[in-house]
């Protein structure tokens, strides 16, 4: 079946430190793939996406190239904020499993001023 | 924006009791879902529904049930709550392959 493997945190970060959590999958077919941002006390929601191979999806400084020759789909950002401090979830979509999201376990980024 | 909308932030219930958690959206979504989120875990599918009176089984639904009477409103249905149900529960409604979230309801079984 799918999976999702995302590199184990807490990531801890100075201020404008430059950020990248990994990101690996295994899916049936031609996935899209996903960044879910988790702020404290706070439900997830959409940081960016790819729909097809060589994509890259971008959004508040950050960015994810879909790589289909590795599997891959690292998040990264150039310069952190405090307020980037939060659970990141890597997730895929495929049709082979009625397009339902498969979420990574979840990477917690903290950044210290 | 779309409203996520779950009835508790947290509850603490009893071995043994029977617990409801409501999630209601405003945006007139078909597909509507049920995860649990723990430490190290990620999220994992529970229940989900893409139709008023319709509900698929996810990756881990024993233990839980769901109703979906109203299209707007996707309840989760613990039974029997145990401690191993101990969780952070989240429901997300979607629209094409964006998923919108609640802020979860964190429950605590004794």
């Known amino acids: 079946g799918d999976s999702v493997t995302q590199m184990e945190g807490p990531v801890t970060l100075s201020e404008e430190a430059f950020l990248t959590i990994n990101c690996t999958y295994t899916?049936?077919?031609?996935?899209?793939l996903f960044w879910y941002v988790q702020y404290p006390g706070e439900g997830l929601q959409l940081l960016l996406k790819?729909?097809?191979?060589?994509d890259k999806g971008s959004n508040k400084g950050f960015e994810a190239t879909y790589r289909k020759e590795t599997t891959s789909f690292h998040l990264e950002k150039g310069s952190v904020q405090v307020s980037d401090s939060a659970v990141y979830f890597c997730?895929?979509?495929?049709?082979?499993?009625?397009?339902?999201?498969?979420f990574g376990g979840g990477t917690r980024v903290l950044v210290k001023p | 924006d779309v409203k996520v909308t779950q009835s508790s932030r947290y509850l603490v219930k009893r071995t043994g009791e029977k617990v409801f958690l409501e999630c209601v959206q405003d945006?007139?979504?078909?597909?509507m879902f049920w995860y649990r989120q723990d430490p190290g875990l990620g999220l994992r599918l529970i229940y989900f529904?893409?139709?008023?009176?319709?509900?698929e089984k996810g990756d881990i639904p024993e233990g839980y049930s769901v109703s979906r009477e109203k299209k707007e409103r996707f309840s989760l249905i613990l039974e029997s709550a145990s401690t191993n149900q101990t969780s952070m529960y989240l429901c997300?409604?979607?629209?094409?392959?964006?998923?919108?979230f609640g802020s979860g309801t964190q429950l605590s079984v004794l």
């Open positions: 997300a409604s979607s629209f094409y392959e964006k998923l919108f």
């Open positions: 945006m007139d979504h078909e597909n």
């Open positions: 790819a729909t097809k191979a060589d």
């Open positions: 899916a049936t077919g031609y996935p899209s």
């Open positions: 997730a895929l979509s495929s049709k082979a499993a009625g397009n339902k999201l498969t």
């Open positions: 529904s893409y139709d008023v009176k319709m509900k």
